[in-house]
Every structure is written in structure tokens, then in C-alpha cells.
């Protein structure tokens, strides 16, 4: 994710900070265990890394399946029913870690 970030997509302080901390060997880092969905009232509003959850969450929900792409990028994958958020527009995603912090953040239009 890091290599293609745009100005809608960031890694949070929380993140950052966690991957400082276990590159010093103080922590092990958590894993990522899913995305949590949401709405910015269908505005592409660019996220600030200080950002710890979107503006409007609806949905957190584990990931289903990891492709490794490359040494340095792993795509995640969900699968959303439609009786998980029926009617409802969704303009911001993340991913959140086992200690529940969002580590990413991306805005789009809806």
C-alpha cells in the first residue's frame, strides 16, 4: 500500500508508530485482521495521518483471504453480502489491526 499512496490514502500515526516500535524490537506487530467500512457523507475528504477511525464507521469485518504481490505489497480481500449494508453508500475503508487501531485509511467517492 505504501508505494502507490495517494492524497486520499494514508497510514495512521497509530500505524507508523507501531512499526517504529517493532523495528526497535519493543513490540511485535499486530496483525491485520480486517477492514472497516464507512461513509464521509460521499465526500472525498483527504484523511490526516492523526485520523484514529473515519468520520462515519458502519462496519468492521475480518478479511476474507491475503495475496502477497510483491516484497513490499500484500492485497487484502472482503467480500460484503448485501444484507450487511443495504442502502448504505460507502466512501472511506481501512484496515484495522488485533489491537483494534486503524493502521490505513482511504476516501473516495461513493
Given at each position: 500500500m505504501a508505494?502507490?499512496?495517494t492524497q486520499n490514502q494514508i497510514i495512521t500515526i497509530a500505524g507508523r508508530k507501531k512499526m517504529l516500535?517493532?523495528?526497535?524490537g519493543e513490540i511485535q506487530l499486530?496483525?491485520?485482521v480486517g477492514f472497516v467500512?464507512?461513509?464521509a457523507d460521499g465526500n472525498v475528504i483527504a484523511p490526516l495521518e492523526a485520523e484514529s477511525e473515519l468520520k462515519n464507521e458502519l462496519l468492521?469485518?475480518?478479511y476474507d483471504?491475503?495475496?502477497m504481490l510483491s516484497d513490499t505489497k500484500c492485497k487484502y480481500e472482503c467480500e460484503l453480502?448485501?444484507?450487511e449494508l443495504p442502502g448504505a453508500a460507502i466512501s472511506e475503508i481501512?484496515?484495522?489491526d488485533a489491537d483494534g487501531d486503524i493502521v490505513t485509511i482511504k476516501r473516495f467517492t461513493a
Open positions: 508505494e502507490n499512496l516500535r517493532a523495528r526497535a499486530p496483525k491485520i467500512f464507512g461513509d468492521r469485518k475480518k483471504t491475503y495475496t453480502k448485501e444484507s481501512g484496515l484495522y
